[in-house]
């Protein structure tokens, strides 16, 4: 199939709006391979494009650290994407896209409280690899700045930054002779208020301005708070369909598609506001992670049965492994409440309710560890024994969220629509 570029996409959804056969389409956290080859069945099954959006912290180069998802850097993601496509005879249309790229956007750098400088350089050595890996997409977001810890940064700062960067990735596109590739800017950090719809504005008119001085291209999308919010594994914000509405018809006054973050455990009320609110697209990543994990301790339930009856003698380890590399990893701070992001693992360890609980968040953090991992392999043997293939529930199971939100979002049969756009 050809590949249409992304804004081509965009633009055909902000075209059927106009009809009502327009869709909302996924920004996919990558968490694992099994994630991946969900996405891209469903993708085929159902007739729609997808994206893959990856946080510097999933995916990036090795020389900054990699990424926690499968150890994958810009090269080896894609090309295990591409390696799941070929394997299932994929015939649509995906993206290899970064979310939130640019300065302390790797939780390291920030905690390391980098200087501004160092941080810019390195935010653009890993935008430097996503180019070449021929990634469609670009989120720029200067958003993040340790020195000004729980405050907004200024539209100027933030413009600034963004059309600098914009300016810098085009530069070294066109220096290696590669096609277009679209952009994705915001005005702050989604944090579950809402994104009130003049500074909205301001921001595309000063950003529409300074892109034109230098002769560079409008972004692709531009995000949008909408009340959405996640934290450990549900959706704590709330859906403001006005102020989503509203964000909506004012980028498409500028061809540009609104885009929500913090997707996340959305009921399917929300889900549906979408279609008439003309959202263009939606960012869900850690419910994925969540799902996936969920399947592996369905599996160790299984397993724990069948060992109980006589017919495992040799068990795995799964639960407990996960349990434990899930609460030492720590990443399951940034998705606590209130005075539980102090807590220590000790104190977790103690705490069967609370460890229970670190385990779902943070189960998907651990799925590359080597001792999770030789854990998981030999669960699947065991059950494989008695004709459960768990690779195959792992995947399916992860398709289910994915499909529930592709319905809602009238995704079915949209690559065919807007190719027939012409």
Same mark, same amino acid.
């Given at each position: 199939m050809?590949?249409?570029p992304?804004?081509?996409v ?20 990558p ?17 729609y ?41 994929y ?15 790797r939780?390291?750098e ?30 720029i ?15 100027? %700062?933030?413009? *600034?930054?963004?059309?600098?960067? /914009?300016?810098?990735?085009?530069? !070294?596109?066109?220096? #290696?002779n $590669? +096609? ?10 989604t944090n579950?208020?809402? %994104?009130?719809? *003049?500074?909205?504005?301001?921001? /595309?008119?000063?950003?529409?301005? !300074?892109?034109?001085? #230098?002769? $560079? +291209? ?9 009340g959405?919010?996640?934290?450990? %594994? ?6 403001n ?35 008439p ?15 996936e ?57 103690k ?16 799925f ?9 392999e ?6 494989a ?38």
């Amino acid at each position: 199939m050809e590949k249409l570029p992304i804004k081509k996409v965009v633009q055909g959804l902000l075209t059927l709006q106009e009809t009502g056969e327009s869709a909302t389409i996924l920004g996919i956290g990558p968490m694992s391979k099994n994630c991946v080859q969900a996405t891209l069945e469903l993708s085929k099954e159902d007739d729609y494009p997808v994206m893959f959006i990856a946080s510097r912290n999933q995916v990036d180069a090795d020389e900054l650290g990699g990424g926690y998802v499968n150890g994958w850097n810009q090269f080896t993601f894609a090309k295990a994407v591409e390696e799941v496509a070929t394997e299932i005879g994929y015939d649509n249309l995906y993206y290899m896209c970064r979310d939130h790229g640019g300065p302390w956007q790797r939780d390291q750098e920030r905690n390391d409280h980098l200087p501004f400088e160092k941080a810019m350089e390195l935010g653009k050595q890993s935008y430097v690899a996503d180019i070449e890996a021929g990634f469609d997409l670009l989120m720029i977001d200067p958003t993040k700045d340790p020195f000004e810890i729980g405050k907004v940064i200024p539209l100027d %700062t933030v413009l *600034e930054r963004t059309v600098d960067l /914009i300016e810098f990735c085009e530069n !070294e596109r066109k220096a #290696r002779n $590669l +096609p277009e590739i679209g952009y994705e800017v915001g005005t702050e950090e989604t944090n579950g208020g809402l %994104t009130s719809t *003049e500074t909205y504005e301001t921001f /595309i008119l000063r950003l529409k301005e !300074e892109l034109e001085k #230098r002769g $560079l +291209p409008m972004p692709t999308f531009i995000v949008g708070q909408t009340g959405t919010l996640t934290r450990k %594994t549900e959706q704590v914000g709330t859906f403001n369909f006005k102020n989503a509405y509203d964000l909506a018809q004012m980028a498409k006054q500028y061809g540009v598609g609104l885009k929500e973050h913090n997707g996340d455990y959305l009921d399917d009320v929300t889900l549906l506001e979408h279609i008439p609110s003309e959202i263009t697209a939606t960012n869900v990543a850690p419910q994925y992670g969540t799902e996936e994990t969920r399947a592996y301790l369905n599996l160790a339930a299984v397993e724990a049965k069948l060992v109980e009856n006589g017919l495992i003698e040799t068990p795995s380890n799964t639960r407990e492994v996960l349990l434990v590399h899930a609460i030492k990893s720590e990443r399951w701070r940034k998705w606590m409440v209130g005075d539980q992001v102090n807590l220590t693992v000790d104190e977790i360890m103690k705490d069967a309710a609370l460890s229970e609980e670190i385990l779902d968040i943070a189960g998907h953090y651990t799925f590359n560890d080597e001792a999770v991992k030789a854990e998981i392999e030999v669960m699947y043997s065991n059950l494989a024994k008695h004709h459960i293939h768990g690779q195959r529930y792992v995947i399916d199971h992860i398709k289910r969220p994915i499909r529930d939100y592709a319905e809602c979002y009238n995704l079915k049969g949209v690559t065919t629509r807007i190719k027939n756009l012409g």
